[in-house]
């Protein structure tokens, strides 16, 4: 019987534990304005990326139409989308940047 008990016990921690949070996708999509440079030092400045990578990911963002910069935790994600947004505003850009859980 305390076998039992033991068994349900640990069948109750296992079950209530708490799951790790759901990450999110940050993507940059294309627009017919915003200057490829631009696009690279975004990606340099807020996702952290070589130069090589950017211009990959400036490039697939021009010819696919979206690119994924990073995947984060929500309230990270969320940063950086806020940081880009801002910045290209600031620049009188519409780069548009989102993000979606993976």
């Known amino acids: 019987m305390a076998t039992k008990t033991i068994e349900r016990s640990l069948a109750e921690i296992e079950s209530n534990k ?3 949070p ?3 996708k940050v993507l940059l999509l294309n627009d017919d304005f915003t200057p490829m440079e631009f696009v690279v030092q975004i990606l340099q400045q807020f996702f952290g990326k070589s130069r090589e990578i950017a211009m990959q990911l400036m490039l ?3 010819h696919q139409g979206s690119a994924v910069c990073g995947i ?3 309230d990270v994600a969320e ?3 806020l940081q880009v947004t801002d910045t290209a505003r600031k620049a009188q850009h519409p780069l548009q ?5 993976t």
């Open 97 to 101: 940047c989102m993000m979606e859980e």
């Open 79 to 81: 940063t950086k989308v």
């Open 72 to 74: 984060y935790p929500r």
């Open 22 to 24: 759901p990450l999110f």
């Open 18 to 20: 708490a799951k790790p």
């Open 60 to 62: 697939q963002v021009h």
